[in-house]
């Protein structure tokens, strides 16, 4: 078991950035692959970007590729999301979610066995 809790969430005007952490409990944090997940209002949840086990491999949806930075510190149990150019369209609630999947990238949700509360971030135009 681990759980999750997102932090770093806000209101940000377009083209400027927030770094979005996820600190996870437990002993076990390098076991997990790790992903960022978001859900505007009115729509599905979707992935944004994932991150290997050692943090060496990452994926990123096409709509935040050379935006957005998805990174971990094993060390220290945290994930990140920096997020950079930010757009209106980013606007969303993100979830950081972990995965015990054997593949180094997860992006299906269905893959991810536990999840944060979410955290609020809204770009103005």
């Known amino acids: 078991q681990v759980q999750l809790v997102e932090s770093g969430g806000g209101l940000v005007q377009a083209g400027g950035s927030v770094r979005l952490s996820c600190a996870a409990s437990?002993?076990?944090?390098?076991?997990?692959?790790m992903g960022w997940f978001r859900q505007a209002p009115g729509k599905e949840r979707e992935f944004v970007a994932a991150?290997?086990?050692?943090?060496?491999?990452?994926y990123y949806t096409d709509s935040v590729k050379g935006r957005f930075t998805i990174s971990r510190d094993n060390a220290k149990n945290t994930v990140y999301l920096q997020m950079n150019s930010l757009k209106p369209e980013d606007t969303a609630v993100y979830y950081c979610?972990?995965?015990?999947?054997?593949?180094?990238?997860?992006?299906?949700?269905?893959?991810?066995?536990?999840w944060g509360q979410g955290t609020q971030v809204t770009v103005s135009s």
């Open positions: 979610a972990a995965s015990t999947a054997p593949q180094p990238l997860v992006i299906p949700s269905i893959l991810y066995n536990y």
């Open positions: 437990g002993r076990t944090f390098s076991s997990y692959s």
């Open positions: 991150i290997s086990r050692s943090g060496g491999s990452t």
